[in-house]
């Protein structure tokens, strides 16, 4: 088991409310107490009382189940090559229709639509050029 840093921490402690069970066989004040522990911890996680500064909220995995989720994930990323080629077209006509949108509307809503077109158009197709370098990049970072 690996603890869990402080920032990790009140991410998980956030989520911690909807995930753990609560025992309703017990008081009305035990079920009171212990959510209000939670909503102290998911309101402030870097104040947490003296005895739970220490303790991992979550547990992270660690020995061989980490290499099936390193599997899993190298799996997950298996992205067909046409993604890459469909994000970079679409991209660059999305670009040239707003570049034309930009330069034949009156208005200046008009133009401002039509520049954000443009905009989004590059960004499309800078992502789409660059796609397979990124799947590989993800491949080798996850190959160690």
């Known amino acids: 088991m690996i603890a869990l840093q402080p920032a990790a921490t009140g991410a ?3 989520w911690l409310i ?7 066989s017990g008081t009305a004040f035990d ?9 102290r911890a998911a309101a402030n996680p870097l104040h947490l009382p003296v005895d739970a500064q220490g303790a991992s909220f979550a547990p992270v995995q660690s020995g061989a189940d980490l290499s099936t989720l390193i599997a899993d ?5 298996k992205i067909p090559d046409w ?7 679409s991209g ?12 034949v509307s009156p208005s200046l809503n008009n133009r ?4 954000m077109m443009a905009t989004t158009g590059v960004v499309v197709s800078i992502i789409g050029f660059a796609f397979p370098v990124f799947i590989r990049l993800i ?6």
């Open 31 to 39: 079920v009171v107490s212990s959510v209000g522990l939670l909503l």
């Open 139 to 144: 491949d080798y970072v996850l190959s160690g």
């Open 112 to 115: 401002r639509r039509g520049f």
């Open 83 to 89: 993604v890459g080629t469909l994000l970079k077209w």
């Open 18 to 24: 909807l995930i753990e069970p609560l025992s309703m």
């Open 73 to 77: 994930l190298k799996d997950a990323i």
């Open 92 to 103: 660059l006509i999305t670009m040239i229709i707003g570049i034309i949108a930009y330069f």
């Open 12 to 14: 998980v402690s956030q």
